[in-house]
């Protein structure tokens, strides 16, 4: 006897559990309303909205997936993208979904054995469903998607949509004698082989073509316009990506168990980047804090010159009060503003003296000519050991009419 069913619907399977995920394909979310997160897209940086997910760019590849999609929903089969991580296969492969197929219902099985009962709760509903499998290496093997699996899917027109990573793709399309690895492995490997061999995978790019760098640069979003002023060498969608995922990283690295003085490395170049040091450093500055740098930046050659032009510091006459930065440390700071192109404020704290300090102190010796008396003195070094070169240089004068004719 036949009726009208209202409300949820729960399919089991004879003698096997099925997870509470897969037992009601009307609470499967609907493809034109997915969240795009949930659909497995990378987090960018959110904008002022808190909205992790930019706007979408079309891809060279887009009419190629679409179309495969639209016919795998009416002949069945599996469309497949390939790519390098962060490449945007899995927005691509979102975007043509919810565009193509926007009223069915979207099942993402979290392995090989839940891709099975997934299918076998299709086949019990009228529903209309699609297959998501981002990361399609997890669900190929002898107990999960293999050539009999496929072909079933192909009979009961349900279209899959999948994306697999370059590296996976070449191990299982190739994979080595079952000679060379355990049984286990065999299977999984020849049985994904099967299915690969069956399949013309869509090539995603990593590295945008100019037609997709030009669509890139239409757009209004901040952090698109951002990847593209700096993605240098890397795809804009790697770019968008990697800010999250390397904070997260660096974030767990202070926990216990994690890796601290990596954490504490990259700690420090974020210092250097607030501070406007942006530039590539040479590793001595990195490893030799403190001291060290000041050394380096006035080796004791200098020193010993600059201490022979710099007047003697005032003396209290009262006595007392704070201890006077060392003349050698501010020089060095001095130093580091004039060759590092940062600001007075942004004197990193290693050279033990306020930026106030270091601006007042070079405003002092500024006022004593310190450095026109240094470069005098470093010229005349230079020309007694020979070393001034003399083949180019450039003479200056200027006239200026006598007054009342003396002279």
Not at 149 to 174: G, N, W
Not at 382 to 397: P, Q
């Amino acid at each position: 006897m036949a009726g009208t069913i209202t409300g949820p619907v729960t399919f089991t399977t004879a003698g096997k559990h099925v997870p509470v995920y897969l037992q009601d394909p009307l609470r499967w979310p609907l493809a034109g309303g997915w969240d795009a997160l949930a659909a497995g897209t990378h987090r960018s940086r959110p904008d002022d909205f808190g909205d992790a997910v930019p706007p979408y760019v079309p891809r060279d590849q887009d009419a190629v997936i679409r179309t495969r999609l639209t016919r795998a929903a009416h002949e069945g089969g599996l469309v497949l993208v390939v790519g390098d991580s962060t490449a945007g296969k899995t927005r691509a492969c979102f975007e043509a979904l919810r565009a193509e197929l926007p009223e069915y219902r979207v099942v993402a099985p979290a392995g090989g054995a839940d891709l099975l009962t997934a299918v076998e709760v299709i086949d019990r509903t009228a529903v209309r469903c699609v297959v998501w499998l981002d990361d399609l290496e997890s669900c190929l093997g002898p107990d999960g998607l293999e050539p009999g699996l496929l072909a079933e899917l192909i009979r009961l027109r349900i279209p899959v949509l999948a994306t697999m990573r370059h590296q996976q793709f070449e191990i299982f399309a190739a994979p080595e004698t079952t000679s060379e690895m355990g049984t286990e492995h065999a299977r999984t490997a020849t049985a994904g082989a099967r299915v690969l061999r069956q399949l013309d995978p869509v090539e995603l790019n990593r590295i945008w073509t100019p037609g997709e760098l030009e669509r890139a640069g239409e757009g209004e979003d901040d952090r698109i316009a951002d990847a593209l002023a700096h993605h240098g060498t890397y795809g804009i969608a790697e770019y968008l990506a990697a800010g999250p995922a390397l904070l997260q990283e660096w974030r767990r690295a202070h926990r216990p168990g994690g890796h601290p003085r990596a954490a504490a490395l990259i700690a420090a170049a974020v210092d250097l980047a607030r501070t406007g040091l942006r530039r590539c450093l040479d590793w001595c500055w990195i490893v030799a804090p403190g001291m060290d740098i000041v050394l380096r930046l006035v080796p004791d050659r200098l020193w010993e010159i600059f201490q022979d032009v710099v007047p003697e510091p005032p003396v209290r006459a009262q006595g007392g009060g704070r201890r006077r930065c060392d003349d050698r440390a501010v020089l060095a700071a001095i130093i580091f503003v004039a060759t590092s192109g940062c600001t007075w404020r942004q004197v990193p704290p290693v050279f033990g003296a306020s930026w106030q300090t270091v601006h007042r102190r070079f405003t002092d010796w500024s006022t004593a000519r310190v450095w026109a008396k240094l470069h005098r003195v470093v010229l005349d070094q230079l020309g007694r050991n020979g070393e001034l070169d003399w083949s180019r240089c450039a003479i200056d004068s200027a006239s200026v009419r006598a007054v009342k004719g003396g002279l």
